[in-house]
């Protein structure tokens, strides 16, 4: 569990958001509160978006008072917000005096896909993606994690009331400070920020939990996504822990290419990642898992990749999602040609695959795959205004 220390006070405040379900329990317990109470608080917390405890009515008075002086939700500090024009929005998140992470928020018609950061930079090293650039800092904590889902529903339903009826910015809302709500902004929620999520795995594993708790965020198993670069042991250990789609970043039909482009491919190359991922599938009924492949430009990119692809997964119940590549400062690649990348998918369709290609979002404003990279955070502008959380939109 997060301890925080207050700097005003001193005292140190458990952070609610870090706890799951049974931990939240064992926790109110301790506190000699009854079990009901944790799905109280849940309910609060999760479902009305309410962050203060001394707004949480129906808790009784001595608890609330007890809760109060311990306890917190604690989700992390907003530093800056940028919006794109095709309506992405990307959030910069303190997670240290000097160290920031991103997440970033896809609207699409019929969903709201929030895609979160499990680390602050990425130890991988792919060599395609501008988060390797940075290095690792550290693992979010499950209240750091799960406090991106929450922060984003309540900005957003913020900004919804703000741009008021018939905006086509929000999907809904009915969520701020303490109001019931039947709809969230965010209906999807994707590993696919900062980090390599299998590399933090309790602290992921307890923000999903929470994620598909019906006293939680009650998100369905479908609309949560994991993406992996390929941790085979993690994938057998999720494989027992949760029931989430799993998405897996192959980028390469060989181990040579494979071992370039995505370098833990070394120590566990593609048949046994392949192996990893049809068991996650077999384990239990209705799960699925897609591969990623990012289109580099005459690099993975030739029919006879696509041939050697749909050879490797002929016959497997799996999907394929062509990324675009998206190009940041200092890249040796570039971006395949649209023909080419359609060419690839039809190869692969006419294989017996089922192949997509990922249309790009927010390029505009940095947030597209692989163009997060959080950046050092100037100290000066975020006490700009006195306000330690005020919103500095850049650019
Ligand atoms: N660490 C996880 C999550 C990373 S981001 C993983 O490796 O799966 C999600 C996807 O974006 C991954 O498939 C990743 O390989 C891809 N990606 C990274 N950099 C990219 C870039 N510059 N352009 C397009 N996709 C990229």
């Known amino acids: 569990m997060q301890m925080h220390v207050d700097a005003s006070t001193g005292a140190e405040r458990t952070n609610l958001l870090d706890m799951p379900r049974p931990e939240l329990e064992a926790y109110v317990s301790e506190l000699g509160g009854k079990p009901f109470r ?3 608080l849940l309910n609060w917390v999760y479902k009305r978006g309410e962050g203060r405890i001394a707004c949480m009515t129906d808790l009784a008075k001595d608890f609330r008072a007890q809760l109060a002086e311990r306890a917190e939700v604690r989700a992390p500090r907003i530093v800056a917000v940028q919006q794109s024009q095709d309506g992405t929005r990307k959030w910069k998140l303190e997670a240290d005096a000097s160290q920031a992470f991103e997440m970033v928020y896809i609207p699409e018609d019929d969903r709201g896909t929030l895609c979160i950061s499990s680390q602050v930079g990425c130890a ?12 690792f800092n550290r693992n979010l904590t499950t209240g750091e994690i799960i406090g991106q889902v929450w922060l984003a529903n309540r900005e957003l339903a913020a900004a919804a009331a703000e741009a008021g009826a018939g905006s086509e910015l929000p ?12 709809e969230r902004a965010v209906t999807n929620v994707v590993f696919m920020g900062m980090g390599e999520p299998l590399a933090n795995f309790r602290n992921v594993i307890g923000a999903i ?9 009650d998100l369905s198993r479908r609309r949560v996504t994991l993406s992996t670069s390929g941790l085979v042991p993690q994938i057998y250990r999720l494989a027992e822990e949760v029931n989430v789609a799993l998405a897996v970043s192959l980028h390469a039909p060989d181990d040579a290419l494979r071992s370039e482009l995505v370098p833990i491919n070394r120590k566990h190359p593609i048949a046994e990642l392949l192996e ?7 384990e239990r009924n209705g799960r699925s898992v897609t591969f990623e492949y990012v289109m580099l430009d005459g690099v993975n990119d030739a029919p006879a990749q696509a041939r050697r692809l749909a050879r490797l997964l002929a016959g497997r119940p799996a999907k394929v999602n062509l990324i675009p590549f998206n190009p940041f400062p200092g890249t040796r690649y570039r971006r395949s040609p649209p023909e080419r990348i359609v060419s690839f998918r039809d190869e692969l369709i006419r294989r ?3 192949a997509t290609i990922r249309r790009t979002r927010g390029e505009d404003i940095d947030a597209a795959c692989g163009q997060l990279a959080g950046r050092v955070i100037d100290r000066t502008t975020v006490r700009l205004g006195g306000r330690k959380m005020s919103l500095i939109v850049e650019r």
């Open 171 to 182: 999907i809904v809302s009915r969520l701020d400070g303490g109001q019931p709500t039947t």
């Open 276 to 282: 990893a991922c049809w068991h996650y599938l077999d």
């Open 209 to 217: 939990h929470i994620l598909l708790d019906d006293y939680g965020f």
């Open 124 to 135: 991988l090293d792919c060599s395609f993606c501008s988060t390797a650039q940075q290095g």
């Open 352 to 354: 017996g695959l089922i």
């Open 38 to 40: 944790a799905r109280q």
